[in-house]
């Protein structure tokens, strides 16, 4: 009999922990890598609409300036690291929810019980912001990079809220199909690029770029679900790594594919990998994927030695939050200088990215984010009472 789709399939490990140093450091270190990465790879030009006189507000990447940089964009393929972990540790959760037999509406609201705080209050502070820059009288454009960078993150929530929610599926299909189930979310995806990006490319065509959004980021969460009943040796992880890069190198050498995987790099805005995520970006993160596999027992060892770090374990603990204000936080100071100091230009902060020194006043910078963003995703944090320690009984007892 096929497992149910509104019941958890009891053929999942259910001895696993509820947290575990080497997921705590998939998470966290690649949630620290994302951050930093676009803090660094991303600024905001400051100017005046040479039209309407009003102020703008542009983003802009250090990137544009240096074309051979194009791979440090690689390293938003993280993020499937990221999907991977929480493919894994949603089915577990989803087996453990059965063994209590806690039903699907209850489980998936403890599941994105840590979503909802940090993705409203971001979008009713940039969308506040947005209003007060329209009515001071600012340009289109100005709000339009307000809403485009300080809600960009809320997708990628969305699209992880999405896939956990269908958790029951994902694993219904990994016990129907196993590794077949992510292999066939790339073939769908490279037949959807050859819609987007192929000789029948046109205005007809277009729509069919947002059916990529679900198999693109589904796949590295589908392997996640994969992994957490079949373990992956490592000839079958060299094996993924050499074929993800020979796809890779062919999509980019030969196909056309920019090598930017975001607009960061500049290279070609009209095609991009990202909006919405096409077969590049997605071969990026199963490079990745297949890294961990690879590499599992030296991160494991770096995971236990690690295990009581604290920068790992306050960005494992809070990654909902970390993603969604760390954008927010260098925008609003920017628009703040922007509207009430418009001729002000501060290194890092608020001017042209690609010029001299611009990395060096954003260094200067990076640490008043990160007390900021500390700050930020310290608010609403619920505090346990401890647990009362006991006497230790005396040998003699």
Known sequence: MNPSLTAPSPGLDQTTPRR???????????????????????????????????LQLDAASPLQAIPGAAPVT????????????GGRLSAESWTRAGQRR???????ARRLGSFTGPALT???VVGGAALVAWTAGVSGSLIGTVLGLGLQ???????YAGLTALTPLAVHLDRWAGWAVPLALAVGLALIDLGRFGPWTGPATSWLAWLAVLPGW????????????RPVSRPAAAGLLAAAGALLALLIGGLGYPAALS????????????????????????????????????????????????????????????????????????????CFSPGL???????????????????????????ALVALTGLGRSRRPRPAVRPRLSQAA
């Not at 806690?102 to 998936?108: A, F």
């Open 20 to 54: 575990q140093p080497l997921f705590d450091l998939l998470r966290g270190g690649g949630m620290i890598v994302v951050v930093v990465g676009h803090w660094l790879a991303s600024g905001l030009k400051a100017g005046v609409d040479p039209i309407s006189g009003r």
């Open 74 to 85: 690689w390293l938003v393929g993280v993020l499937g690291v990221f999907f991977l972990v």
């Open 102 to 108: 806690l039903g699907y509406g209850q489980w998936l």
């Open 122 to 124: 971001v979008g009713l």
């Open 153 to 159: 993150p809320l997708w990628f929530l969305l699209a």
């Open 218 to 229: 589904w796949l590295t969460f589908q392997l996640g679900v994969a992994w957490s009943t």
């Open 263 to 338: 607009m960061a790099g500049g290279s070609d805005i009209a095609r991009s990998n990202t909006h919405p995520p096409s077969l590049a970006v997605v071969t990026v993160m199963v490079v990745w994927v297949a890294a961990v596999w690879l590499w599992l027992e030296p991160l494991e060892a770096l995971a236990q030695r690690w295990r009581d770090n604290r920068l790992i374990a306050w960005s494992a603990g809070h990654p909902v939050a970390i993603l969604a204000w760390h954008q927010p936080i260098v925008l609003l100071p920017a628009l703040l200088v922007c």
């Open 345 to 371: 230009d501060l290194p890092g902060l608020v001017g042209d990215p690609t010029a001299a020194g611009w990395l060096i006043g954003r260094l200067i910078w990076l640490p008043l984010f990160a007390l």
